[in-house]
């Protein structure tokens, strides 16, 4: 359950509060001082704060710095009846999330305050990756883990083993649910910002109507209905990381102005003359292709080029079903703690099942069957009738073999492009025959040159493989015997001599 705590010497206030949040279910407590804030602070940990600013003895402002210099991150609303705005907004600058001027209507105090729960979990749930560096620095525990051991995971983990840390700029791209928000919070919580906030903008969910004012902020009077001064996610995040998901999606007119704090760390909120200068950290996702957005004219190059620096690509949940068991482990003891389950594992056909599908969802529709799955299943393992998969099984027959052809699909994608150019004017050139070369080298080399395993291997026949080592003119690369031969295995002779 998450913990609110109040902090008013207003007792009607309080109870209102109190109320009100128990109501919704949340833990609330309450004190009347600052110093008795601070006391119960330091004994136990809350998910949010609600801080008045005028109250005898300390007054909010001075135990908010008091609580930032107990390194305790928790976001806290600053409640303020007096003063003009000028004291909320100092407030934000020394790290307050939000201010609320009271009297405060119902659906103000519930938008904001549920907005800072959703920051406090993004910034307390901390993610960790397999590998020397995946441990976050400091004393938290990890509490979400990226999981997966297969080659492309791999060099994820060393991506952010590399970059967390070094303040640049990363874009993540990646189909949908392959991870790509896990990915920012890791990279977040094993670098120097850690201590500071973590926000997130999704692009995709914001009107283009009001993607300056919740980035850039608005002054009092810059619009109608513009009733009080309001911070944007730049100067909320001062000296923190910035989330961009779904950067695809921001629009044109708010890009060169998102370039402009990318390049100087300068902004101006709406209909203010003042130059604000920002310390911002950016990582972006998407699962569109930006430089088809870019080809297209729907994004500009100079802000691709500016994202573009550290790239992680997350492969889809297909092309590593290997990780598949791994990953149904992880879930099935998460959900077992947080369902009070105790189910054990799946059963083999059910295994199979999530190994054949293809899974256009990725991780997320991996987590969504398998919560589905424990949250109706009686026994202690779940069988394969149990498993509703959320998308039709797809023209995809995930066999090893099937695999393999979308493996040589891909390389080949890379690689033909430049041979084809290296080849575009060499007329009587035959890429067939450079391919096949390549392969019967390699698999010549891998046998130790015997032909009798080399040609089983490729599927053809002896006679076959003689006849394209001689026009491949591969026996040339063979090399000398070190050794004696060994005459009594007539596969150790050289190639052409038998
Ligand atoms: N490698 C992984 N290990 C464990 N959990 C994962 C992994 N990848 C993704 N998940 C889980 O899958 C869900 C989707 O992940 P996430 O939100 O990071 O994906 P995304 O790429 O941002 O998706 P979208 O493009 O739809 O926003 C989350 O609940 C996340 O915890
Ligand atoms: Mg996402």
Redesign the pocket.
């Known amino acids: 359950m998450e913990k609110i705590l109040i902090v008013d010497d207003d007792e009607g206030l309080i109870h209102f509060l109190q109320r009100f949040f128990e109501k919704q279910g949340y833990g609330a407590q309450s004190c009347q001082s600052g110093h008795a804030a601070l006391e119960i602070i330091a004994r136990q940990p809350f998910d949010l704060i609600l801080l008045d600013y005028k109250m005898s003895g300390l007054n909010g402002l001075d135990t908010l710095k008091e609580i930032r210099g107990l390194q305790v991150k928790t976001p806290v609303i600053i409640m303020t009846a007096y003063g003009t705005t000028d004291t909320a907004i100092e407030a934000m600058k020394l790290g307050a999330y939000d201010y609320l001027l009271k009297p405060f209507d119902r659906a103000e105090l519930q938008r904001i305050a549920e907005d800072a729960l959703e920051v406090n979990r993004l910034m307390k749930e901390v993610v960790s990756f397999p590998g020397p560096r995946g441990q976050p620095p400091g004393r938290q525990k990890p509490m ?5 051991h297969h080659r492309r ?1 791999q060099e994820v983990y060393k991506l952010i083993g590399q970059v967390a840390d070094r303040d640049v700029t990363v874009l993540i791209t ?1 189909e ?7 990915v920012a919070r890791a990279i977040y919580h094993h670098s120097h910002r850690q201590d500071k906030p973590f926000l997130a903008v999704n692009c995709a969910t914001i009107p283009e109507t009001l993607f300056e004012s919740e980035l850039f902020g608005y002054e009092r009077g810059a619009f109608t209905g513009a009733e009080r001064t309001h911070l944007g996610k730049f100067e909320r995040c001062q000296g923190g990381t910035l989330f961009f ?1 779904e950067i695809g999606d921001l629009p044109l007119s708010t890009q060169a102005k998102v370039l402009r704090v990318l390049q100087y760390g300068e902004f101006e909120r709406l209909g203010g003359q003042k130059n604000l200068q920002v310390d911002v950290r950016i990582i972006a ?1 998407t ?1 569109k292709n930006l430089e088809k957005e870019v080809e297209q004219g729907r994004f500009r190059e100079d802000l691709f080029w500016r994202l573009n620096v550290i790239t992680i690509q ?1 492969p889809p949940l297909r092309e590593r079903l290997d990780d598949i068991p791994p ?1 149904v482990e ?1 879930f099935l003891n998460r959900f077992n703690e947080e369902y009070h389950t105790h189910i054990r594992c799946v059963a083999d056909a059910a295994m199979d099942k999530l190994r054949a599908h293809c899974w256009p969802g990725n ?2 529709e991996l ?1 969504n069957t398998l919560r589905r799955a424990v949250l109706l299943s009686a026994g202690e393992v779940i069988a394969a009738d149990q498993l509703k998969l959320d998308s039709e099984p797809c023209d995809w027959h995930g066999t090893p073999q099937d695999q393999l052809m979308a493996n040589i699909d891909k390389q080949l994608d890379e690689l033909l492009p430049d041979i084809l150019r290296l080849f575009a004017d060499k007329t009587h050139a035959n890429v067939v025959d450079l391919i096949e070369k390549a392969l019967i080298a390699k698999v010549l080399k891998q046998c130790g040159h015997n032909q009798v395993k080399a040609a089983k291997m490729l599927g053809i026949s002896r006679n076959t493989l003689r006849h394209r080592i001689k026009k491949f003119n591969l026996h040339t690369e063979i090399p000398a015997p070190t050794s004696k031969p060994d005459n009594a295995n007539a596969n150790h002779k050289p190639p052409l001599a038998s």
């Open positions: 979400v883990n990226i999981v997966g995971m990646g949908s649910g392959t991870g790509k928000e896990l998901d996702a699962n997350l990953l992880y991780v997320r987590e």
